[in-house]
């Protein structure tokens, strides 16, 4: 049978529920079968040809072993993407490989921050910041978002205030997970100086990077000025963007010495962790990943309108800022006052698993995010089941 290339908008859309609860992931085995998951972040469309093919040569020639991640040429590829899509061209031998990217946080919070250090986080946030602080004894200081005029900002005077009370980090999240955020170059530079000034360090996940909805230009946060490539380290990967998360390969970058050398001082074993098909997929990403990643993102493009209209028309009382990037809907259910709160609420009322913006930090209570990296006919379904959970609970 011929089947579509999965880099065309009938691909993306050809998904039915039956199929996907067969798969293996956390996202579809979570819940029972009348669920449908729209929470964790991994998106429900099949991978690119180019990484398929290459997933299947490798395990064809058995080349299953330990991977030889600086000299596979991924750390090329990465800077020979980001050059081409965000014209930055760090030095690929600069480029350290990791297993995941919450290591890397986590490898930037112990070399650049002591016990008992407040660290600077923008909230609400993607929860495992908040957690990987807590986990290693530093004190967190949440800084949340302001919010005005449909839009979302990083609230500089509050990260100003922080960093002069001692942070000693701030973990940004560019763009950001979950309101779809795309911070402005102008507003980086500003936290690279405030962050400079104070001695501190800016660790900038970078993941979604590639996943920009409305057109406007990713600004990676090392590029602002010489300041901030001089205090900050960033991490990032091709598993959101070209959804392999499952295949554990990330990357961090600290373009000065004094950023790196703290990291790079820490034993070999902390950077351990990756694995030849991860390598081998981002690679592929990187060459040859672009024609897909365009569909993909006509496809989340088009979804953000459908949950845009939906959330105007069908749910009074719920309010949105239209993501400009990532698949996630960060949905404010507030003045709707649901009992047991909205992700309890829509789980048991219209079957639909959200993640609950309570576990996000300050400013997540009464917020839901919903994972819309799904097909046209899938995502109606979860709309059209919470909308008409919303209408019976004020009817
Ligand atoms: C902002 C952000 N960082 C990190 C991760 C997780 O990345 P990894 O699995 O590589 O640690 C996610 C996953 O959703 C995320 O949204």
Redesign the pocket.
């Known amino acids: 049978v011929d089947v579509l290339a999965p880099d065309t908008l009938a691909a993306l859309d050809m998904l039915d529920l039956e199929t996907l609860r067969r798969r293996r992931s956390a996202k579809w085995t979570a819940y029972p079968d009348d669920v449908i998951p729209a929470w964790?972040?991994?998106m429900d469309y099949p991978i690119a040809d180019p990484i398929r093919r290459r997933l299947h040569a490798v395990i064809e020639s058995g080349d299953l072993g330990y991977p030889a991640a600086d000299r596979c040429g991924v750390r090329d590829a990465l800077a020979q993407w980001l050059s081409r899509t965000h014209g930055w061209a760090p030095d690929p031998q600069a480029i350290v490989v990791l297993?995941?990217?919450?290591?890397?946080?986590e490898l930037a919070l112990l070399a650049h921050s002591a016990p008992g250090d407040p660290i600077a986080v923008p909230t609400p946030?993607?929860p495992?910041?908040l957690a990987i602080v807590r986990e290693h004894g530093r004190r967190l200081v949440e800084v949340e978002l302001a919010r005005s005029a449909g839009r979302h900002a990083l609230d500089l005077d509050g990260l100003a205030r922080a960093l002069a009370d001692g942070a000693r980090m701030v973990l940004l999240?560019h763009p950001?997970?979950p309101t779809g955020h795309v911070n402005e170059a102008q507003d980086l530079a500003v936290l690279a100086e405030l962050a400079a000034a104070a001695g501190a360090t800016v660790v900038s996940?970078e993941?979604?990077a590639p996943l920009i909805l409305d057109g406007s230009t990713h600004v990676p946060f090392a590029t602002v000025s010489p300041a901030a490539a001089a205090c900050s380290v960033t991490?990032t990967?091709a598993?959101?963007a070209w959804n392999i998360?499952g295949l554990?390969t990330?990357f961090l970058i600290a373009e000065s010495e004094p950023m790196s050398a703290p990291i790079l001082a820490m034993s070999p074993r902390t950077r351990h962790g990756c694995s030849i098909l991860g390598l081998e997929a981002s690679i592929a990403a990187f060459e040859s990943g672009g024609p897909w990643l365009e569909a993909v993102l006509a496809a989340l493009a088009r979804n953000q309108r459908l949950i845009v209209d939906a959330v105007e028309s069908a749910l009074p009382g719920v309010e949105i800022v239209a993501p400009r990037a990532?698949y996630?809907a960060w949905l404010d259910c507030r003045a709707l006052a649901l009992p047991g709160g909205p992700a309890q609420f829509f789980l048991e009322r219209a079957r639909v698993a959200l993640s609950d913006g309570a576990a996000f930090g300050a400013g997540g209570d009464g917020h839901v995010r919903l994972n819309f990296a799904t097909s046209h006919g899938v995502l109606s379904e979860i709309l059209e089941r919470m909308a008409r959970a919303a209408r019976e609970h004020v009817a």
């Open positions: 964790v972040a991994e297993p995941d990217v919450m290591r890397g946080v946030v993607y495992p910041f999240c950001h997970n996940d993941i979604h991490v990967s598993s959101k998360p554990k990330a990532t996630l």
